[in-house]
């Protein structure tokens, strides 16, 4: 089975730095690799996908980079409203599976 | 407008069985895979096993596999996820979520999530 594995597992920040998680999977995944974003009592939300696409309505200060085994999300201004949990997810086409990491919380410094 | 609507909240005790469900709406309920997602109070997201409404098509992650049975009716537009007997360690939220196809391979539409609760 492909692990993900995200870093740092919180991360303090205040609003206007730019930030940057990683999420490393434990063989090559192509750009088969998603993002979402969940706050508190709510569904997880949609932001990256296949590494770089933005999803539509989200807005240009996430983006997404990497293929193989390493990824990166960066927000490049941090605003109030990204406070939250971030995941990682990798597609195996080959056996079907979906595989998340276990999150990064965005906190405020 | 594409929604994933999902049954409401579950009391359960040790033991009994339980079927959730997640009705589709605003697209072609049979041309998409339709998936499960766990989370454990104060955990992450594990996936659960996914379903084609189409034929039926149904696979599941190896950690789930005999412990939970995916169906769907394309009928009524409706998925569903049950279990014959449940534990405590069934305790989550549970969402339903839209896979996106495979040109894309991620979930872009998920429902609110139904809690499920298991207490004796």
């Known amino acids: 089975d492909i692990q993900m594995t995200q870093s740092p597992s919180t991360l303090s920040a205040s609003v206007g730095d730019r930030v940057t998680i990683t999420c490393r999977a434990s063989?090559?995944?192509?750009?088969?690799l998603a993002w979402y974003q969940q706050k508190p009592g709510k569904a997880p939300k949609l932001l990256i996908y296949?590494?770089?696409s933005l999803e539509s309505g989200v807005p240009s200060r996430f983006s997404g980079s990497g293929s193989g085994t390493e990824f990166t999300l960066t927000i490049s201004s941090l605003q109030p409203d990204d406070f939250a949990t971030y995941y990682c997810?990798?597609?195996?086409?080959?056996?079907?599976?979906?595989?998340f990491g276990q999150g990064t919380k965005v906190e405020i410094k | 407008e594409v929604q994933l609507v999902q049954s409401g909240a579950e009391v359960k005790k040790p033991g009994e069985s339980l079927k959730i469900s997640c009705k589709g709406s605003?697209?072609?309920?049979?041309?998409?895979?339709i998936g499960w997602v766990r989370q454990m109070p104060g955990k992450g997201l594990e996936w659960m096993g996914i379903?084609?409404?189409?034929?039926?098509?149904?696979r599941y992650s190896p950690s789930f596999q005999g412990q939970v049975t995916i169906s769907a009716d394309k009928s009524i537009s409706t998925a569903y996820l049950q279990w014959s007997s449940l534990k405590a360690s069934d305790t989550a939220m549970y969402y339903c979520?839209?896979?996106?196809?495979?040109?894309?391979?991620?979930?872009?539409?998920w429902g609110q999530g139904t809690l499920v609760t298991v207490s004796s």
């Open positions: 979520v839209r896979h996106a196809g495979y040109s894309y391979g991620c979930f872009d539409y």
């Open positions: 605003g697209y072609s309920f049979t041309s998409y895979w």
């Open positions: 379903i084609y409404p189409g034929d039926s098509d149904t």
């Open positions: 063989q090559s995944i192509s750009s088969w």
């Open positions: 296949k590494a770089s």
């Open positions: 997810q990798q597609y195996n086409s080959y056996g079907t599976t979906w595989t």
